[in-house]
């Protein structure tokens, strides 16, 4: 997994209108990417709507939020509409990102194990360099807690 200091893999994929969206063309500004398991369960969309909630504030700092999953584009669409998500949801189907970000392994749900997509945050600065890393954030108040390393 990428750590504190690290430049951030440039990566290009489809987001939920299927305009393809490169890292490299939001350099100049601070992005959050945010790694999720599965659109419209019930975690993920707490932490889409705490984005979704603190939309005005994150968007008034420059601060560009980026949702990947492996979901497609049609389901990044239809959980973007049904939850007014104002931010940009990327579909990355083959985890090819999420491979190169680190963030596709072995959990435990339940006590089963299986491979899936760890819930993983990253803040990258506007030069490109990973600042913080959020492993397994709270999905509830995770805006809350990207905006106090803005403070």
């Not at 980026?66 to 509409?81: E, N, T, V």
């Not at 997509?117 to 999905?139: C, S, Y």
Request: positive net charge.
């Amino acid at each position: 997994m990428l750590e504190v200091g690290q430049p951030a893999p440039d990566f290009t994929l489809p987001d939920q209108a299927g305009n393809p969206v490169s890292l490299k063309a939001l350099r100049g500004k601070p992005v959050v990417l945010y790694f999720y398991p599965k659109d419209d369960t019930p975690g993920c969309t707490k932490e889409a709507c705490s984005f979704r909630d603190h939309w005005k504030t994150l968007e008034a700092r420059g601060i560009a939020v980026l949702g990947i999953s492996p979901d497609s584009q049609a389901s990044h669409a239809k959980f973007a509409g049904k939850y007014s998500l104002p931010f940009t949801l990327l579909a990355d189907t083959e985890r090819a990102v999420a491979n190169l970000y680190g963030t596709y392994g072995e959990k435990t749900l339940y006590g089963k194990k299986s491979m899936g997509i760890l819930r993983t945050t990253f803040l990258i600065d506007a030069e490109g360099v990973v600042q913080h890393v959020w492993k397994k954030p709270k999905t509830d108040v995770h805006a809350e807690e990207v905006l106090a390393k803005f403070t």
